[in-house]
């Protein structure tokens, strides 16, 4: 920190706030960038074990929008590092397939595997994509897929449980916060970052202290300050112990939203009907990982993984057995060499779908007890398409819902913040406290990394028109 005063602090280095304190950096403002552990990202990090082992959080997969938004918010060494995941698998009582996951692969799909008419495919493909958040919110999901497959529990699991799996929305969510998402997608398929997640996140950092953010770790904000309805600076409780209290017009916080509200401002501070609001917003579900290194030169066969693969035991698809902690259902990303250059070790990552109060209430015993068994449960599955899986395994644990919350303090480990209904208090903060704003995983602006990017630019705009004002 080189100053006692900044244009603007960002509380949170998620994707969203990296991305909205870049802008602003660029275009001459003051920024401080406060994250309360000790690397920036979120959920968009790392962590490392011994003998050269790292793991990205949680599977990271996003639409080829991720490259336009790169390189004109970030640079082109970041954008030129996005790579397509082209073999997509899944796997379950209903279907087995692999696609590249785009619109001219899944409409050949829908008629071919499916016997769905062309015609039919053209116009849910067409109106998924004309979808926006203006449109009306009571048409859900499940009302969409009546619309043009009635009865077709089959296609509702192919287009539906992948995007569940990168927003956590259901079929009784309003349908544009499944078409969005879904168009995205389907435009040229899913891609990621080749390097790593820790090559990014150092090249995101490079790229700030050369716009001038100044960037403090270690150091959660614990108050957001206030006077006569306009912010007026942050409180910064450094995990040494020592207090700071920074001046700023402008807080932008990249923290779950409901945290914000009630704990770093306060409900008192809000008027009675935005606090009624607030407190009905639903939290959207957290999820489990199970984190596998295989050994030195071990490599699992890509012709019969693929980048991802979806797999399921349920009969049918069903959003609450996603949820349940008797796990049906898991999502398996799978790294290869090429994905981080330079190692000979081949990862895998499985993610499932989970309720906090499922892992908040055991008691440690049974907690350890609970991981142990959701790491056997797992291996079991996945040596099904890994041959002598259990014995080139060099490194395996797991995280809980209880392990989001504790590094990434969302809400009751909020994978993606929260239900669509968030996105309007997260935007008419500055409504109620001139100079609060508010960017994240919320309201489901295109999930992942894609929409928290492209909301960090959307709320980066807001402040700059704020403070020409």
């Not at 287009?159 to 499944?178: F, K, Q």
């Not at 898991?330 to 989970?354: L, M």
């Not at 995280?399 to 009751?412: D, G, I, N, V």
Request: overall charge neutral.
């Amino acid at each position: 920190m080189t100053k006692e005063i900044y244009d603007v602090v960002v509380i949170g280095s998620g994707l969203a706030g990296m991305t909205a304190a870049n802008i602003l950096g660029r275009a001459g403002y003051s920024v401080l960038l406060l994250e309360q552990h000790y690397q920036l990202g979120g959920l968009a990090a790392t962590f490392k074990r011994r003998d050269g082992i790292i793991f990205d959080v949680s599977l990271h997969g996003f639409p080829v929008g991720m490259i336009k938004s790169c390189r004109r918010y970030w640079n082109q060494e970041i954008a030129d590092r996005i790579v397509q995941l082209p073999k997509i698998r899944f796997d379950n009582p209903q279907f087995q397939l692999e696609t590249t996951f785009d619109r001219e692969d899944f409409t050949r799909i829908l008629i071919e595997k499916f016997g769905i008419a062309r015609e039919t495919v053209v116009a849910f493909f067409d109106k998924a994509r004309s979808m926006s958040h203006y449109d009306d919110q009571n048409l859900t999901t499940r009302d969409l897929f009546n619309e043009f497959f009635p009865n077709r529990l089959d296609i509702v699991r192919l287009l539906m449980e992948p995007i569940t799996y990168a927003n956590g929305s259901t079929l009784d969510d309003p349908a544009l916060t499944y078409g969005i998402v879904f168009s995205n997608f389907m435009s040229k398929g899913v891609y990621t970052f080749q390097g790593g997640t820790d090559l990014l996140i150092e090249l995101m950092t490079n790229e700030l202290l050369k716009n001038g953010v100044d960037i403090l770790t270690n150091s959660p904000a614990r108050k957001i300050l206030t006077q006569n309805n306009k912010i007026n600076g942050v409180e910064i409780n450094k995990k040494n112990g020592e207090k700071l209290q920074v001046r700023t017009k402008v807080v932008l916080s990249n923290a779950n939203l409901k945290g914000t509200i009630f704990n770093m401002v306060g409900s008192e501070f809000f008027s009675n009907s935005f606090i009624k609001q607030a407190e009905n917003i639903r939290l959207n579900n957290s999820s489990t990982q199970v984190y596998i290194a295989m050994k030195h030169g071990f490599m699992i066969n890509e012709e019969i993984c693929g980048d991802l693969l979806f797999t399921s035991t349920a009969p049918v698809f069903d959003s609450a057995k996603l949820l349940d902690k008797n796990i049906t259902s898991r999502t398996f990303s799978f790294y290869y060499p090429k994905t981080r250059p330079g190692t000979d070790r081949c990862y895998v990552v499985s993610s499932t779908n989970a309720h906090f109060d499922d892992w908040n209430n055991l008691t440690e015993s049974e907690y350890k007890k609970r991981k142990n068994e959701l790491i056997a449960q797992t291996t079991n599955h996945l040596a099904k398409y890994i041959t002598n899986l259990e014995q080139n395994i060099d490194w395996i644990e797991a995280a809980t819902p209880k392990t989001f919350e504790r590094y990434t303090e969302h809400w009751s480990g909020a994978s993606f913040g929260t239900k669509y209904e968030g996105l309007n208090i997260s935007r008419n903060l500055n409504n109620e406290i001139k100079g609060l704003f508010h960017a994240g995983s919320v309201g489901i602006i295109m999930s992942g990394w894609l929409g928290a990017v492209n909301y960090g630019v959307i709320v980066a705009n807001d402040i700059d028109a704020f403070l020409l004002k």
